[in-house]
């Protein structure tokens, strides 16, 4: 074989290197997973359930492309999923938030017992943890850190089982198996960062008078929730979500 030819065949080799790796990180995710007797038991219960879900919508399994949104005040959790980039997303399935602490408004410290508002997405997946199974949220991201508390902005917001909270998402045990085999199958399957959007209610007409209403005297709440509505708004429109930017001063770039 003449150099030429070795050369080609290196880089055809460092080229594949990174999905092999990527193939060796999501075999040894999952074989590390499903050694937890919680997370296998998920799989057994809601397997073949979750595939019916996404194939009943047109949709691929194991998902490409998974989106989680959720409204504190209607204690609700939607779950939509598309193929392809360019393709607008559907809604798989609405689940019930059983528990909420707090109210409205974003989390801006340690200890306020508040769910936080904004753009995160899934961070980990914890088989062992003591609300049966949960999913971390990246809480806080950049928002939050410059617009909370700068020493102690809180943190461990999770999507859990168990129905009890002091500021993560509770679901029922049953709720949080179906959506943690979702959502980790679809982790497994190249989607390394799933978003998840926090909103305090839907910015409809019922929404925006209750929030114009009762949280009339509190600015900063305001001016967030503003800059919040602008890429619900684009969701609505489109069933699209824009990339996550932020200005210097934490606001949301839609």
């Known amino acids: 074989m003449n150099m030429k030819k070795i050369g080609l065949s290196l880089i055809a080799t460092m080229l594949c290197l990174p999905a092999l790796w990527a193939q060796t990180d999501n075999n040894n995710l999952r074989n ?25 919508k047109g949709l691929s399994y194991p998902p490409k ?12 959790m939607e779950l939509w ?5 360019n393709d607008p997303y559907k809604l798989v399935k609405l689940y019930r938030v059983c528990a909420l602490s707090g109210i409205l408004g ?6 306020d017992r508040q769910v936080p508002e904004g753009n995160y997405f899934i961070e980990d997946f914890n088989p062992q943890s003591d ?20 020493k102690k902005p809180g943190g461990d917001i999770y999507i859990h089982g168990g129905c009890v909270t002091v500021g993560c998402m509770p679901m029922t045990d049953d709720v949080i198996q179906e959506l943690y085999v979702v ?23 019922k929404g925006l008078d209750y929030l114009g209403r009762t949280y009339a005297t509190e600015e900063a709440k305001q001016k967030f929730w503003v800059n919040l509505k602008a890429g619900y708004d684009y969701f609505e429109q489109t069933r699209k979500r824009l990339p996550v930017m932020y200005t210097p001063e934490g606001k949301y770039v839609f």
């Open 32 to 56: 590390s997973q499903l050694s937890f007797s919680r997370v296998a038991k998920a799989y057994a219960n809601f397997g073949d359930s979750t595939r019916r879900m996404f194939v009943s």
């Open 65 to 76: 492309d998974v989106y989680i949104r959720s409204f504190k005040s209607q204690n609700e």
């Open 183 to 205: 959502c980790l199958n679809a982790k497994l399957n190249g989607q390394n960062y799933i978003p998840i959007t926090i909103y305090p209610t839907k910015f409809n007409k």
């Open 131 to 150: 609300f049966f199974l949960s999913m971390l949220i990246n809480y806080p991201n950049y928002s939050d850190i410059i617009l909370g508390d700068k």
């Open 81 to 85: 999923g598309r193929d392809n980039p």
């Open 106 to 111: 974003p989390k801006r410290c340690e200890g």
